[in-house]
């Protein structure tokens, strides 16, 4: 099994954060007059909140389409953004990056054998992170193989009893963004079923790719799907005729998003926060100090 070291040194807040941005994109538009790029500026703002917020993540997983050409420069400023995180950075790819340049700029995570980049963490407080690739060269849509299926299968059989979270870019699922969605019985998809049902270990699948944030159920499973750092995808539940244009909003400035995972050794609920302004109407003061006061005056 190929390991990357990522365990943290211990949760700081009685609970594992594990912090997840996807689709920054990096490289989708050239800097300009001095000016960079908009993903790049939209990546810096979210890791400046998670950086500088009240709450810094024990690790940070990207899950893929970190860059928008899977080029050796977009990764190389990816990574040099991150360079100074106090927390360990697990990367994992998407279809719009390449392998190759992935372990160049981030060389904590080595290939699996086959090349694949997947790998197991155990993060914390009893938890254990399978990070998949679902990377298939040149195609937009996920990929899982046989010998994926089977890797996967030997790291759940390994540790049936062990609490899991499962992180890929793809989601196998249909989210009814009809440009963006797989079909729904894709071999891949029917492949990762097989392999995940009944693994009640199985604590929650989170992926990236739709640049938009849905929730499901995947082999019984809770899945989720973060909201990309890039610009996101609008949200229009109608069908598309491919071939007839119809002016609908593809591709929205919405605030980029990221999630926060929190596990407290025996629940994994996530958080999901935009990274806008925002006016602050309310702080523990102590005006309101008899508020909260009440409110835990409930619980006793
Ligand atoms: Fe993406
Ligand atoms: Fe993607």
């Known amino acids: 099994m190929t390991m990357v070291a990522a365990t943290p040194a211990f949760p700081r807040l009685g609970a594992v954060l594990i912090a997840q941005m996807t689709d920054i994109h990096v490289g989708f538009a050239p800097d300009e007059d001095g000016r960079e790029e908009l ?6 703002a979210t890791l400046k909140r998670l950086l500088e917020g009240p709450n810094r993540p024990d690790l940070l997983v990207l899950s893929g389409d970190i860059t928008d050409h899977g080029d050796a420069a977009s990764f190389a400023k990816t990574a040099a953004l991150l360079a100074d995180c106090p927390f360990p950075v697990l990367p994992l ?63 759940l059989a390994e540790a049936p009893d062990a609490p899991t979270l499962i992180i890929m870019h793809h989601p196998p699922v249909v989210a009814g963004i009809d440009w963006m969605d797989p079909a729904p019985q894709e071999p891949w998809i029917v492949r990762l079923h097989e392999v995940l049902e009944g693994q009640s270990q199985v ?35 109608n069908p598309i005729d491919k071939d007839v244009p119809d002016n609908r909003e593809l591709i929205t400035t919405e605030p980029p998003t990221y999630a926060l995972h929190r596990w407290d050794g025996e629940s994994l609920v996530s958080h999901y926060e935009r990274v806008s302004d925002w006016d602050v109407l309310a702080r523990f003061n102590a005006g309101l100090q008899p508020m909260i006061a009440g409110m835990f005056a409930e619980r006793e």
């Open 39 to 44: 993903n790049l500026s939209r990546f810096r």
């Open 93 to 155: 790819v998407g279809n719009h990056d390449s392998r190759e340049e992935l372990i160049r700029a981030f060389p904590q995570v080595v290939p699996a054998e086959g090349g694949f980049l997947h790998y197991v963490v155990e993060a914390g407080m009893g938890l254990r992170i399978i990070c998949l690739d679902t990377l298939e060269d040149g195609r937009h849509g996920g990929a899982f193989c046989e010998a994926r299926a089977a890797w996967l299968a030997d790291r």
């Open 203 to 237: 604590q929650a699948i989170h992926c990236g790719h739709l640049h938009r944030q849905i929730t499901t159920r995947f082999a019984g499973i809770p899945l989720g799907v973060t909201p990309s750092v890039a610009p996101l995808v609008a949200m229009d539940l």
